[in-house]
């Protein structure tokens, strides 16, 4: 199932004339590329966020909500393997915001981008008779490695996580740290074949990992490392793989990286082997690797039993 966010994407990707040498990665990434000159290259992304929607003033702090704006296009800028440089930030401010909310919102921004030395070097203000909106526009460079895409897993890749998922809604949407850092230490400790940050839930953005690569997956329902979070919902693995907003990254590598990774591994933060990506048709990888339906994304439960992996995660549309 795809959603209605995708479905949209996809039809502006469509749409691009958008010249692939001078944007090598283009909609549906996330971020997009520009090349420059000399063989350099920036990566641009943009994300708003809605009180109401992805923020609660009534619940939080606004210098709180300043800071989730810019962690969530610095984990875009992780999802990437890429460095961040600055952002620019426009608000559309409510009637009753003075000049100390002003002042706790730029706080909240400075203070969320000064530990991956992303600066604010620029914005626009406005107000309406609506709730607060923000929206966050972010450059970031390439480190040691080509920026990691969607689209480059491979059958008989290795699929990780970092961190553990789900209950982010209890708290943790609001305060993760972006995996900038672990990142960039796992892209050059390992060629990581494609990377996306799980912004929507492991179910939706799986979903888009394998169907921007044209490949399966089969991930280990027991292999999932659940956050505390989770565990007490009435559900926890339907929170891990679902309730989106976990900000942590899900990668592929080849078994041989993956081996690197473990025995070495670059960051503190632990890294978890979920499953295997698998052919489009159902075939045998290796001698007794797993097999998959045609294009499946597939889960095997405790019990044994294998199930097609639905997109249920969060959809913006
Ligand atoms: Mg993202």
Redesign the pocket.
Known sequence: MTSAEDKITAWFAAQSTADSARFPIGIGD?MAQVALSGGASVLITTDMLLDGVHFDLSQIGIEKAGRKAMAVSL??CA?MATVPICAVVSVALPSDFGSAELKELHAGIVRGGEPFGCALVGGDITSWQNPLAISVAMLSRPGDTLPVRRDGARPGDVVCVTGSLGGSMHGRHLDFTPRVNEALAIAKAAGINAM??L?DGLSTDLNRICRMSKVGALIEADKIPLSDDARKSKDPLASALNDGEDFELLFTVTGEDYDRLKSSPPHSTPITKIGTVTYLEARQIGETGPTAKSGAVQIRMADGKTRDLVARGYDHL
């Open positions: 996330d984990s875009d999802a996306i940050d912004s």
